[in-house]
Structure formats: C-alpha cells, structure tokens
C-alpha cells in the first residue's frame, strides 16, 4: 500500500538538468522515474551550516550497508541523519559509490566539446538558491544500477526502474536539497538514454 502524499509543491526537472530547492524538518520528498531507467543525483545540505551535508562515506558506517534501503536514513558529514526512506516503489538500485559525473568524466569518455554534467547542475542549482560550494560532495545515486560482484570488480547496469517508480525521503532537518537527472549517455548509467524526472515536496 502507497502512503498517504500531499503534494504542496511540483517540480518537473526536464533530461539533462537540476534542480534546487529549500526542504523543513518532516518535508517528504518523492522522486519519480518518469519514463524509467533514469538515475538522479541527489544532495542534501544542513541549511544553518553548509558544511554538513549528506556523506556517502559517513552513511556507509553508520548503516553498514554500501547504501540506504526502506526505513534507513543518509547520514551527514557530522553523522546525523539528514533524509530517511520512507517508501521505496522502485527496484531498490541506489548506489552509493560513484562521484556525480562531470566535464572530465565526459572527456576521458571520448567526448569532444561540451556535455552537461551533475556537476555542473549541482552548482548551477545552488547558484539559484544563491549559495556556493568550492567543491562537490558525492551525490546519492538513486536509481542506480552499479552492479558490485563479490570478487570487488563492478558493472554498469542499466537501471531496472520502470516508468512511474518512485522513493519518498523524509527531510530530518532543514535542508537545501539538489536532484540532477543525470545526462549520462556515454554508458549504460541511464539505460542509454537521459529522459525527465518529477519532484514533489508533501507532508
Ligand atoms: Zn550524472
């Protein structure tokens, strides 16, 4: 059974792109997968101190897990929860591992010229709330099917993420959030082809 959703605000975040936005303490978060197999690059930073923000490797220990699964909660920089999944209506691919893609990314990749990157809609999302990072923490992975084999070698997967799945995160402090809908398509990342996402803020 779904949980209960009241929709106060509707962002569509078009392929490619990012988007920022200001998050309470209880907010809901929900993320759809519009078309499937599209990953989202997802940050969460404490609003009153923008050096706490949401840690891959301070999740990793405080969970011990390689990453969040219903009911576990992302973890801060001072190892405080900062969002909790709720609900999980996708199949559960949310890695934890990889750092948000970027111009070099592409370069080493073969690209010749400009690509959009999370990175850049990282920062260009934050630059529309005014703020500024001089780095880039490691985005959560939703949606992400980076296939861990038990030998330590690994494999990009296309997601298995089916149009219209979703997570509901719950915001445990006041937070400025960024999604990216990844523009990955030197890869399998996003099933070869970047489409749009939805984002929802409830209660
Ligand atoms: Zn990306």
């Not at 999604?179 to 409830?202: F, K, R, W, Y």
Request: aromatic content about 10%; hydrophobic content about 35%; glycine content about 8%.
């Amino acid at each position: 059974m779904a949980r209960s959703f009241k929709a106060k605000q509707s962002f569509h975040v078009p392929a490619r792109t990012g988007k920022g936005f200001p998050v309470r303490k209880g907010d809901l978060i929900r993320i759809t997968d519009l078309h499937g197999q599209q990953p989202v690059d997802f940050w969460a930073i404490n609003r009153r101190d923008l050096g706490e923000y949401l840690s891959c490797e301070h999740t990793k220990p405080s969970i011990e897990k390689l990453y969040p699964g219903q009911g576990d909660s992302a973890y801060t920089t001072h190892r405080r929860p900062i969002v909790t999944v709720l609900e999980d209506r996708s199949p559960g691919q949310h890695d934890m591992q990889f750092a948000a893609c970027d111009k070099w990314r592409y370069k080493e990749l073969g690209v010749k010229g400009k690509h959009a990157s999370c990175t850049d809609n990282f920062h260009a999302a934050l630059k529309s709330l005014k703020l500024r990072l001089p780095f880039t923490p490691q985005p959560w992975n939703l949606f992400t099917n980076f296939f861990i084999n038990p030998d330590g070698t690994f494999a990009v997967k296309a997601p298995d993420t089916k149009p219209g799945d979703s997570i509901i995160l719950r915001a445990d402090m006041d937070s400025y959030v960024v999604v990216s809908a990844c523009p990955q398509d030197m890869n399998l990342t996003c099933g070869g082809n970047p489409t749009d996402i939805q984002v929802e803020i409830g209660r």
